[in-house]
């Protein structure tokens, strides 16, 4: 009698076709081998999908609890700024979205603290935060409000508005040359960790719901960790970080 024995793990997809809407970040390959007789005999693949959960049509409307919060996902870029078509593989994850609904805020000590964004706000939101919702033929991400980044008031990054802890920094040049003098390429140039700070948040609240003050300034020049934080791109072609303070390791002078 044959019996089927099923071990998964995962594999790059870089080399898979894309499926229509479906990005290899919505992908997992998984390798099952089947086992006859105590002999294996071959493997194969499966895929699993990781999608959005929808919101059946019969409902109309979504109230977040607490502090959490329902953005409208900002649609993928679908060109480069040269114009140039990007395959669905390309496409950048979007990291804001316009604010459609807010809960009713959340108790810190005795104190009552509000969502501190307001609906129809367009704000940017941390990389992986939240459960992604598709509703009403659009997608959605219910996140805490501390996954909220900052406010985006214009559609450049350099005037994000940053709330609780998050600082906005403007990247420092990468070196064009080494030490002896060798010119570097785009591939070799190592990515700073060095910038200057654009703009800062009101702080994040303590155990009576206060605001604690950030240590760092607009106009200080930091050292912060290499692996954290949002980048983007500003319109002066300068690149942009927002982190939170904490990930701010020193101020240069």
Do not use: C, W
């Amino acid at each position: 009698m044959a019996t089927a024995q099923l071990t998964a793990s995962s594999f790059s997809t870089m080399n898979l076709p894309s499926f229509g809407s479906l990005r290899p970040s919505m992908v997992q390959v998984l390798r099952s081998h089947v086992r006859i007789g105590g002999l294996t005999q071959r493997s194969f693949r499966g895929l699993v999908v990781k999608a959005a959960t929808v919101v059946a049509p019969k409902y109309t409307s979504i109230k977040p609890l607490g502090d959490r919060v329902l953005v409208k996902i900002k649609d993928s870029e679908e060109k480069t700024d040269g114009g140039i078509l990007l395959p669905t593989t390309a496409q950048t994850k979007p990291q804001g979205g316009e604010v459609v609904a807010i809960g009713e805020g959340k108790t810190v000590g005795k104190s009552k603290v509000d969502i501190a964004v307001k609906t129809g706000a367009q704000v940017v939101y941390s990389k992986y935060a939240g459960t992604e919702v598709e509703f009403n033929g659009s997608k959605h991400l219910i996140l805490k409000d501390d996954d909220i980044v900052g406010i985006l008031e214009t559609d450049d990054i350099n005037d994000l508005k940053p709330l609780n802890d998050r600082v906005l920094i403007k990247v420092a040049d990468a070196e064009e040359k080494t030490a002896g003098g060798l010119l570097l390429t785009e591939a070799t140039k190592e990515k700073p960790s060095i910038g200057t700070v654009i703009a800062v948040g009101p702080g994040p609240l303590d155990e009576e719901g206060n605001r604690k003050p950030l240590p760092v300034n607009p106009g200080n020049t930091v050292l912060y960790s290499k692996y954290a934080g949002n980048d983007f791109k500003g319109k002066d072609g300068s690149d942009y970080i927002a982190l939170r303070a904490s990930d701010v390791m020193a101020v240069l002078s």
